[in-house]
């Protein structure tokens, strides 16, 4: 194209095709059974196979006339992309706010030698914020990464100096997948796609009197246990190829000049990267299966990650998957440059009354529903009395375990250049933030809090979640805390007012 002006790569029309051939496929069988039981099969055959058709031509000309209309250009101080048919949309980025060039590939780009190529600013504006290119070659998705981050290199991060490769795939974590979140909601997925399956096909009917037959003879206790059992087994096996999928050729590195790329995917590969100057410290995240077993993995706390609605993934900041914790905290240390990891360091544990006040949360949480359930069966059901009872004994005991490990996870700290705020159970976090990259308190005091002589500190930042909380620390104590995270940031508003307002 003249002017500099270039198109994506005309490929794009056979990947919809392709795509449109597979959603044709699917839809075609439920279609085909449906017609078949008003006319011949024959008949039903060339109305499913002429409806494909139609579905795959429209598709595939509907991205032709895409491909015809969408320009784009580097220049030297913009990057410009022209796209539209009747409704022209032209964006535009200047090329010295561009942070991130992300490229991603599911197995029929890769195929194909293409790639979608996410270009981003970095800010909060929604879809004025990036634009992408899907899809383009390869090479041309790595040409456009590197030059339009060469600008980096102009002025590397300052710390302890280290490029090359941070991190890489250890086999060896996989082992952490079966004991995550993941596994009981795969199996309960496939529990019910099996069962949606069978009603597609007219025989979920006959899968449950299988089902009620092989277990004609056990007892109920023993039927659940099972059933439970295979139900989780089923989602273990579905957490280890979503790992290997997710995680298969992970690397970190940095680049010279203070980029991070990861880089990973067994079908869909991904390129993320994170400008080293957008960092604002990193955040280990433990959830309490991973946590059991000695494990966390390590998220990017900067400013600028994706928060648009298409984007909402987690997997976006993570820079280390699940491993142990002595190689998260090593490599929590490498990324922010520094000799030891902040996230290491011994937390200031908080009162008593925070453990109190977990602890009646914990028993509420349990006696409140159960006596719900426990006061209609004075009226109707003595069942319903032994229902609410066995809630009582199962689940009182893991509660309060629960809110004694919360008390225990409580702790604050500053480390050097950082802050570090640690708190939960379900998904322990312990964020390290840069104290320069705190902007603000939140000072907060319930009437409850006041008795207790406890309240809760936020630390506001641009970066990350956008804020951070040490929750129920002694009032006092983390008052000296904050003044001494940040100095002079608090104190004009403690001479004002009383330490339990908000600001």
């Not at 449109?20 to 017609?35: D, E, F, Q, S, W």
């Not at 561009?98 to 600013?121: E, F, H, Q, W």
């Not at 976006?316 to 491993?323: N, S």
């Not at 705190?438 to 970066?463: D, E, P």
Request: charged share 20%; net charge positive.
């Amino acid at each position: 194209m003249s002017d500099g002006w270039l198109r994506l790569d005309r490929r794009t029309v056979l990947v919809t095709a392709a795509v449109m051939t597979g959603v044709a496929g699917g839809a075609a069988l439920p279609a085909l059974l449906g017609l078949a039981g008003g006319m011949p099969w024959w008949q039903a055959l060339v109305w499913v196979a002429a409806g494909c058709a139609v579905l795959i031509a429209a598709g595939a000309g509907a991205d032709y006339v895409r491909w015809r209309r969408t320009h784009y250009r580097i220049g030297p101080e913009r990057v410009e992309l022209h796209t539209g048919l009747l409704l022209v949309k032209r964006r535009s980025l200047a090329r010295e706010r561009i942070r991130t060039v992300d490229l991603t590939a599911n197995p029929l780009l890769r195929i194909l030698g293409l790639v979608k190529v996410r270009i981003g600013t970095g800010e909060h504006t929604g879809g004025e914020s990036s634009l992408e290119l899907d899809p383009v070659s390869t090479a041309e998705g790595e040409r456009l990464r590197r030059e339009l981050l060469s600008r980096v290199a102009e002025g590397p991060a300052p710390g302890l100096r280290r490029d090359g490769a941070l991190a890489v795939l250890d086999t060896g974590w996989i082992r952490y997948a079966p004991v995550s979140f993941v596994a009981p909601l795969l199996g309960g997925a496939a529990a019910g796609a099996v069962m949606q399956v069978s009603q597609w096909f007219g025989v979920q009917g006959k899968v449950i009197d299988w089902v009620a037959g092989v277990f004609r003879d056990t007892p109920v206790v023993w039927t659940v246990v099972v059933l439970a059992a295979a139900t989780l087994v089923a989602g273990v096996v579905g957490a280890l190829g979503l790992w290997v999928e997710m995680w298969f050729g992970y690397r970190m590195e940095r680049e010279p000049g203070g980029t991070l790329r990861v880089r990973r995917g067994l079908l869909t590969s991904r390129s993320i990267s994170i400008e080293e100057r957008r960092l604002r410290g990193v955040e280990l995240v433990e959830p309490l299966g991973v946590r059991l077993f000695g494990a966390a993995r390590v998220d990017a706390v900067a400013t600028g990650l994706a928060r648009n609605e298409d984007e909402r993934r987690a997997d976006l900041k993570t820079l280390l998957p699940p491993a142990p914790r002595d190689v998260a905290d090593e490599v929590a240390a490498l990324v922010l440059r520094e000799a030891g990891a902040p996230t290491s360091a011994p937390l200031t544990p908080h009162p008593r009354a925070a453990r109190s006040r977990r602890l009646r949360w914990a028993v509420s949480a349990v006696l409140l529903p159960s006596a719900a359930l426990a006061m209609p069966g004075l009226l109707l059901s003595e069942s319903l009395l032994y229902v609410a009872a066995a809630c009582v004994v199962v689940f009182l005991p893991l509660a309060v375990l629960l809110a004694l490990d919360a008390y225990r996870s409580l702790g604050h700290a500053i480390s050097g250049d950082y802050l570090l705020a640690r708190s939960g159970t379900v998904r322990r976090r312990t964020v390290a933030l840069q104290r320069g990259g705190v902007i603000g308190w939140t000072l907060k005091q319930s009437w409850f809090q006041r008795r207790a002589g406890v309240l809760t500190l936020t630390a506001t930042t641009a970066a990350g979640d956008g804020a951070y909380s040490v929750p129920d620390a002694d009032r006092h104590e983390v008052l000296d805390f904050a003044s001494r995270a940040v100095p002079g940031l608090l104190e004009p508003f403690l001479d004002r007012s009383p330490p339990h307002s908000e600001r």
